[in-house]
C-alpha cells in the first residue's frame, strides 16, 4: 500500500517567506492527486517536499505508512517526472532509461526485462538506440517517464510534465499519462496550473492559493460546489460570472431565495444561462447588450455588458471586469453585436457565496 499522506505540512524558506502554511490531505493507494492553482501557489514547492528535494520546516509527510520527513530522496521509493525531462543528451533512450537502476547496482538482465517492457509500454521499442535529439517532444516525454516506470516505484510525481509540448501533443499525452497510471495502479501526484489538465487527470483534486488549500474533491464535485469564489473562477473555462450582490436588479430577483440572505456576491456559469424572453420563477435574469462573440463551431460564447452596471467586486484571477457577463450557448447561431438579450440562469444553477468569497453559502 502506498498512501501518501500530508499534516500540517509547512514550509518557510530561507529568508522567512512561508510559501506553504498548513496543508493537509491523503492520497490513497493507487489514486491520481493533481494539485493546481496559479503561479506562484506553492505547488511545485509541496511536490518537491514529498520527493525530499526540500526540507520540511513542519508538520508530517507520510509515505506507504512510513515518515521520510528524515529521509533522503533516493530512499524514498518515488519517481519524479519534470518538465525539462532532464534527459542525458549523449545517452542512448535504452541506456537513459536503465542509468538509475544501473547506479543501484541492479543486474543487467533485469534491468533488461524492465527497460524493454517500459519501452513496450509506451511505444519506443523501436527507438531504444536512439538519442535524445533525434526524438520528438512527445517521444522524450515519453522515455522521461519510462525512466520513472523502471523504477517501479510506490509513487509517482509529475512537475508539470507537459508544459514544453504543443497544445495537440499535450491533450494526447495527457490521455496516455491517465492510460498509464490507470494500468499500473501506481499513486501519483501531479502538478499543473492547467485547471483542464486538472479536472481531466485527477482522482482528487487539490485547489492551491497562496500556499493554503482552498478546496479538495472529486473534480466534477469541485467544479459543480466550488466553495470559494476563488475555485470558482479557477476551475471552469470561460470562468463562472461572478457579481456582487448589491441593491440592484439581481438582488430583487432573489428577494424569494433564502440563500441570498447570508450572500453577497452570486456565481453563474457561462453555460448555464439560456437565452428567452419567457419569465422564470426562482431564477435570475440579465439584461446584456452583446459587445463581442466567438464561434468555434460546436459552442459559441457572447460577451455581453449588463444594463445595470455593476462595481467593485474584490478581482480573484480569472474574474471578468465588472458588469461584463460571458454566456456559452451550443452550435453557431445566435444574436448579432449590438443586439439586446435576456440571459436567464434556473434557481438550481445558482451558486452563493459571502462577500468576502471564502465561503459558500448555497
Ligand atoms: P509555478 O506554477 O510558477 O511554478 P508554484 O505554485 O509551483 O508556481 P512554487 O515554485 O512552489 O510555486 O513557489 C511558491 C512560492 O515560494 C513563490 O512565491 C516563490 O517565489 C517562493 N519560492 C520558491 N522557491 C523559493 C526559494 N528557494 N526561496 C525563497 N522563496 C522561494
Do not use: W
Not at 496516455?176 to 494500468?183: A, T, Y
Not at 485547489?207 to 466534477?220: A, K, R, S, Y
Request: glycine share 10%; proline share 5%; charged share 25%.
Amino acid at each position: 500500500m502506498a498512501n501518501v499522506t500530508l499534516r500540517n505540512v509547512r514550509k518557510t524558506y530561507v529568508g522567512g517567506f512561508e510559501a506553504i502554511k498548513g496543508i493537509d490531505f491523503d492520497v490513497g493507494d493507487g489514486q491520481f492527486c493533481v494539485l493546481v492553482g496559479p503561479s506562484g501557489c506553492g505547488k511545485s514547492t509541496l511536490l518537491r517536499m514529498v520527493a525530499g528535494l526540500e526540507t520540511i520546516t513542519g508538520g508530517e509527510i507520510d509515505i506507504g505508512g512510513r515518515v521520510v520527513n528524515q529521509i533522503e530522496p533516493a530512499d524514498r521509493d518515488i519517481a519524479m517526472v519534470f518538465q525539462n525531462y532532464a534527459l542525458y543528451p549523449h545517452m542512448s533512450v535504452y541506456n537513459n532509461m536503465a542509468y538509475g537502476l544501473r547506479n543501484r547496482r541492479m543486474a543487467e538482465a533485469e534491468i533488461k526485462t524492465r527497460v524493454e517492457e517500459a519501452a513496450r509500454i509506451l511505444e519506443l521499442g523501436a527507438m531504444l538506440d536512439r538519442k535524445p535529439r533525434q526524438l520528438s517532444g512527445g517521444q522524450r516525454q515519453r522515455v522521461a517517464m519510462g525512466r520513472a516506470i523502471v523504477r517501479q516505484p510506490k509513487v509517482f510525481l509529475f512537475d508539470e510534465p507537459l508544459s514544453n509540448l504543443d497544445a495537440k501533443l499535450r491533450i494526447a499525452m495527457r490521455v496516455e499519462i491517465r492510460k498509464l497510471q490507470r494500468r499500473l495502479s501506481t499513486t501519483s501526484i501531479y502538478v499543473t496550473h492547467d485547471q483542464l489538465e486538472a479536472m481531466t487527470l485527477a482522482d482528487i483534486l487539490v485547489v492551491m492559493n497562496g500556499g493554503q488549500v482552498e478546496q479538495i474533491g472529486n473534480p466534477l464535485d469541485i467544479y459543480q460546489k466550488p466553495a470559494t469564489t476563488f475555485v470558482a473562477s479557477f476551475i471552469g473555462a470561460p470562468p463562472m460570472n461572478l457579481m456582487p450582490l448589491r441593491s440592484d436588479e439581481i438582488k430583487s430577483q432573489l428577494a424569494g431565495d433564502a440563500r441570498a440572505n447570508e450572500a453577497g456576491i452570486l456565481g453563474i456559469r457561462p453555460e448555464d444561462f439560456v437565452i428567452t424572453n419567457e419569465t422564470v420563477s426562482g431564477g435570475v435574469a440579465l439584461g446584456l447588450t452583446v459587445e463581442a462573440i466567438e464561434r468555434v463551431g460546436a459552442e459559441t460564447f457572447l460577451y455581453g455588458t449588463r444594463q445595470h452596471e455593476v462595481q467593485g467586486v474584490a478581482a480573484t484571477p480569472g474574474e471578468l471586469p465588472p458588469g461584463e457577463i460571458i454566456v456559452r450557448i451550443p452550435g453557431a447561431v445566435g444574436p448579432a453585436i449590438g443586439e439586446r438579450i435576456r440571459a436567464v440562469a434556473a434557481s438550481d444553477k445558482l451558486h452563493l457565496f459571502a462577500a468576502d468569497g471564502r465561503k459558500r453559502v448555497g
